[in-house]
């Protein structure tokens, strides 16, 4: 059982560049996120979604487009990376969502924006 | 915003000497959960306690939660060198279903 996978592991991209980032889980999730995570910040929730074909803004949703066309997978659009992008990305699942089940998270992309 | 907030930022201890760390919230909550993540990993759930419990075993592990205080606490007793990780805090708001929200964590290094 693989859980939630993310790749790539690690990318870098120069200013102005697009890129997905992938998440794929296989535990029939309802409910799947984007955090990212910044030193002394936590995480910060960017985007989640309740089901296939639907999906909603977290707390840091600009610069990032998701979308939700299958169950396992919830990709990760840059559109225009900026250096202010520059973070480690996870992409979390849960069964029910997070009022009343916890996230099961992948092990991150490491991205660097130069 | 963050609406989790821990305390202490770092903690050393060692080997066999318990840790306890707190997190205070801002809003009313339907869950309060605590995860671990080792050094350039992903977080891993370690318990949640639902508003109406007040407190929660899971082995070495014990969460507390008072919600007129807005506070939880977290106690891992007998504490390991594996034990060593950031701890994080998340509630889930009663009013923003969804979106699960983390502190910014407590790092605990236990010394052998």
Redesign the interface.
Known sequence: NAGVTQTPKFQVLKTGQSMTLQCAQDMNHEYMSWYRQDPGMGLRLIHYSVGAGITDQGEVPNGYNVSRSTTEDFPLRLLSAAPSQTSVYFCASSYSGTAQSPLHFGNGTRLTVT | ??Q?EEDPQALSIQEGENATMNCSYKTSI??L?W?RQNS??????LI?IRSNEREKHSGRLRVTLDTSKKSSSLLITASRAADTASY?C?T?PTDS?????????TQVVVTP
Not at chain 2, 40 to 45: E, N, Q
Request: charged fraction near 10%; hydrophobic fraction near 35%.
């Open positions: 915003s963050q989790g339907n869950n959960q995860y350039g990993r992903g977080l891993v759930h949640l994080f998340a889930s279903w969804g979106k699960l929200q983390f502190g910014a964590g």
